[in-house]
């Protein structure tokens, strides 16, 4: 595998992963991942254009750039790129009319469409309203189509939350795929389109942007499908086995030395990575260096262009 | 394909699915399917051994009976083969100590088995106690096992209630294989090993039994994957699209004459293929007559001995 400058060489703009990446769900919303809110500033400094591209689809766009605020992050609405949007033009453009299996936070996303006389459903993170009543009566909707229509926004399998690991919408999608006999339609990270419409607000082709990511097959896969590079982080849903995945391997991970929680030397997954002068002064030095420069003394196997599997 | 009288010859026994095709469950229990316990004691009285293979796992196997028993079934506890017992054998023999993803009523079938500090997960048909809470924790438990292991009784995946079709447990096994990354080891229908278990009280070979049910993949599929003959009844979740199911061809299905709700001519599924003078009088003609001796003067395709597709 080549060095990291060529790995990096040309990068001109980040999409940023929210959950595991900014901050980790839970009660009252979760908590920042420690030095993300600093880091992002850091980056927004800097010359790299800066844009977030989430799965999230329990709540409404509008409420989590308000929680994300209320941590402290600098984010506005319009520098976001999530599904239930996204899945709206879809509606429209295809005149569909939907049974809503999604939370009560993210209804709010639809309440311009129609939503009598379902010929299709969308399925988005339910989280506790995935009662069997409530995912039995989304089976019951599409069996009684003669072509049964699912729009999954996303395709998880799980994310992280201060207590632990949580099934995510793509495990339902799976549920009802399977007992209908039919294949989902994604809206949302790893659908390709879905990448592209965030490149496209950022005026940016995929050789040149970046994605910071959780998430190996969501967020890593799905942003090299469609040429981008993508770097994995060692928090969220992070796992040691994703560093031998069968089908995906990363641009690039965090550095042992940058990882967080488990490094003994303090730092702070991708955020730490950012918490260089070479972000506050801008991006005078090569993309490489501004994402991966190690801030301790301590030589790093990544960031000194170790190879990797 | 071959005649019918060739089809069936040398049947000497008969494995009967219970939902759908004995009754259709629903509150208080379901209700018989018309014309099936008067048919059930008529084929009791023939030459035929009849044995019940079931994928209920809702209730145990003694609420079961109690339930047909209480609508009018010749039907013994002995006489069925289930999963859960099924699967108690399994946790013994491999030292598997479940978390139980199950519902309240079957959950005595597993009482001598050791639950403490779960190193699988066993999942059954839960209804309701699919909660996502449940589903999520079941999730954990596997996570954090080393070597997750899941048992699943049965992988239908719906049935049929009196009011609509039910997700079954196929759906939410589907759902932890794909958030685990794993597969799932089935106890039940269509695992070979529990239809042989079902012939060995039979006393019978594959070759010497037919498999009545309403799962086109579970019951006609597994029981044709052993070797068995394997009919389909237009009854329970049958679907038309059954008969042109991809991979599963029945060696036969109840005839339009016969079928139930649907039939102009007012049969009733499987049952009314036994409403024969030819079961009453005991198996004097080849089985095929017994099971698809048609009860009207109209002539029946399938009867008559029409090639299937």
Redesign the interface.
Known sequence: MAAWSERLAGVRGVLLDISGVLLDGGKDGGVPIPGSVEALARLKRSQLKVRFCTNESQVSRKDLVGLLRHMGFDISEGEVTSPAPAACLVLKERGLRPHLLVSDGVRSEFHRIDTSKPNCVVIAD????????N??KA??VL?ELENPVLISLGKG??YKQTS?????V???M????????IEAQVVGKPAPEFFQSALREMGLEAHEAIMIGDDIVGDVGGAQSCGMRAVQVRTGKFRPSDEHHPEVKADGRDSPCLSYPTSHLGARGWAGSLQSRHVTTGIQQPAHRVLLTQRTGVPCPVCAGATKG
């Open positions: 339910a989280g506790e309203s995935f009662s069997y009543q995912v039995n089976f019951q069996m399998r799980y632990g690991l949580m099934l995510d793509g495990a339902y799976k549920a009802l795929e399977y007992a209908c006999g």
